[in-house]
Nanobody
Framework: QVQLVESGGGLVQPGGSLRLSCVAS????????MGWYRQAPGKERELVAA???????NYADSVKGRFTVSRDSAKDTVLLQMNSLKPEDTAVYYC???????????????WGQGTQVTVSS
């Protein structure tokens, strides 16, 4: 059973930075994309940033130019560098990995437990 373990969340002042890390408990094969979602109170979960197997990165418009997603394929790790944080970035951030199984080619989706990010003065 694959587990995704997130770290790096916390409380930061507006304009500050945080770096989120997500590490898989075991090797994951056939990954199509790794990334981060977030969910604020009373809102739906939304995509923040994702990076594909080929290295292409996608970002929500609200974080473009401030957040950077990266991955270490050898370690099944995905990072999210968050700069110039705003109060509206406050949310629980979830790591996500999607790919397919070798035998059936069925799609899998793995989620982390979430890490709280609070931006407040």
């Amino acid at each position: 059973q694959v587990q995704l373990v997130e770290s790096g969340g916390g409380l930061v002042q507006p304009g500050g930075s945080l770096r989120l890390s997500c590490v898989a408990s075991t090797s994951i094969f056939n990954i199509n994309a790794m990334g981060w979602y977030r969910q604020a109170p009373g809102k739906e979960r939304e995509l923040v940033a994702a990076i594909t197997r080929g290295g292409n990165a996608n970002y929500a418009d609200s974080v473009k130019g401030r957040f950077t997603v990266s991955r270490d394929s050898a370690k099944d790790t995905v990072l999210l560098q968050m700069n110039s944080l705003k109060p509206e970035d406050t949310a629980v951030y979830y790591c996500h990995v999607t790919g397919y199984y070798d035998s059936s080619h069925a799609v899998y989706d793995y989620w982390g437990q979430g890490t709280q990010v609070t931006v407040s003065s």
